[in-house]
DNA sequence: TGTACATCAGTGAACGCGCGTTCACTGATGTAC
DNA sequence: TGTACATCAGTGAACGCGCGTTCACTGATGTAC
């Protein structure tokens, strides 16, 4: 068989993070398998050599992302179970609510780039959605010690207000309320975090 | 002149309450000018006497919903701004985080059911949604007390919970999570209400 | 009061562009001898 | 080792459907006389 069997492979992670990068900025409808496919340096017509559809590239886009930060999470969450350890959940929060963050319109968490996008999806994508969802809950409850239905309820919640400030920010025009809901979310995950 | 001036205001707003509930359910992209249409009696052609582009239903849409529901925020937070009310503050999330809500696609919050929508729409579909959140925020600071940095930063959280915990019930897939998080945005939003 | 007229909201056929998808072809690369 | 062959990833032109938008027309209704 022509090409290395690795060949195939990689032109299909490119295509897939071409992809990822350019639905968070542009959301599924608006970006074309041409996009696409020329942002990874290819041609149309050979997408479907990887892809059964278009539709097909969004829970690979997902995952991509799940694949990369949220691994990253989901081994954070498991460093010492015993050991709960408040400072890497306050870490997190303040990555995830950075100004960094908040600009880096390719990099992003697709919760915050995505999320009506993903909700009109099919169940592929959405679990996809919901793995990436658990793998933040487990980092926040992780880090609480004790009483367990308080600290679920309490890590649900701090995913709700971290990823929530962050869409708000984002859809907001800009204006100084902007920065005030990402701050005022910022300090109040953070107080959560510590208590 | 034929037709009472009132005629054509009646149709538009029939055009706008078609497209604000077609919108809520499938969002701006996937919905044609004809569903919006036949959904109001109406027939394809006639649009354009009332809007010049497609793209100009987005903003009226969301506006509609911020002449009713947001209005009436608007309304509770002015009560009595001398004496909190924080019952008032505690209504409003029950209602906005109840099953009711989450299972009313047609109905819903516009913040909820078009985030990533808003976010790539002109300024000002922004604008309407700023002003949108601005109500919700309002009624939650008027039902708390005192020190104003302080308050501020908590009535901005509360919203970012609220609508956050919705957006992340309605993306994942239907299981048990779903209410998990509902509830758990909501204890957390009322306790906050309360203290 | 009744009739002719003017206006313009609403109709529905048609247009044309964009994009997902298909398809016949090319050419790079691994394998057989 | 070198050459012919087979495979299949990638190419790019073409297809066809859907939808936003346009347009010539209709007919309901207010106004003028």
Redesign the pocket.
Same mark, same amino acid.
């Given at each position: +068989?022509?090409?290395?069997s690795e060949? =195939?492979q990689k @032109?299909r992670e490119k295509i897939v993070e071409s992809a990822r990068i350019l639905f968070n900025r542009h959301g599924f409808?608006d970006? @074309?398998?041409?996009m696409v +496919?020329q942002n990874a340096?290819? @041609?149309?017509?050979?997408?479907?050599?990887?892809f059964k559809? =278009?539709?097909a590239l969004y829970g690979a886009a997902v995952s991509s992302f799940l694949m990369g930060r949220g691994a990253q999470w989901r081994a954070d969450a498991g460093v010492d179970p015993t050991n709960p350890d408040p400072d890497m959940a306050r870490q997190m929060i303040a990555g995830y609510l950075s100004p960094e963050h908040l600009g880096d319109l390719d990099g992003q968490c697709p919760m915050i780039a995505l999320p009506s996008d993903i909700a009109r999806a099919n169940p592929e994508v959405q679990a996809s959605y919901q793995e990436l969802l658990e793998a933040m809950v487990w980092l926040f409850e992780s880090g609480l010690e004790g009483q367990d239905d308080k600290a679920r309820q309490k890590a649900l919640s701090m995913a709700a207000l971290c990823i929530g400030g962050m869409i708000l920010a984002r859809t907001l025009p800009a204006s100084a309320l902007v920065q005030e809901v990402r701050l005022a979310a910022l300090r109040t995950a953070t107080e959560m975090a510590a208590r």
């Open positions: +068989m022509p090409y290395s060949h =195939k @032109t409808q970006v @074309t398998i041409d +496919m340096g290819l @041609t149309r017509g050979g997408f479907y050599n990887h559809s =278009k539709e």
